[in-house]
């Protein structure tokens, strides 16, 4: 399944590392640092410069998105319900 990140930008739920609110890398001094490692590996793609809620971290890219970490976080645990009842229903019918 995929989700949306805001601006044009969708991803494949199943690359996610990590969801993050914007505000964890100023708060946690590891935080910081594993994203500053992190930015130094990755393309870094900003999707809006002016407004940014939190950050997703994938293999290849972090995206700094304007959807706030819990929207994000909720859209990913509604996909994981939807693929659970998906594979349920063909077991059954199987």
Excluded: C
């Amino acid at each position: 399944m995929f989700i949306h990140l805001g601006g044009d930008f969708i991803i494949r739920s199943k690359d996610i590392i990590a969801i993050l609110n914007w505000d964890v890398h100023e708060q946690s001094t590891i935080t910081g640092l594993y994203l500053k490692a992190e930015a130094k590996r990755k393309k870094k793609i900003i999707i809006s410069e002016e407004y940014i809620k939190s950050i997703v971290v994938t293999d290849e890219e972090i995206y700094y998105s304007p959807v706030s970490s819990l929207t994000l976080n909720r859209r990913a645990q509604g996909l994981a319900l939807l693929d659970l009842n998906i594979e349920s229903e063909t077991e059954y019918e199987g």
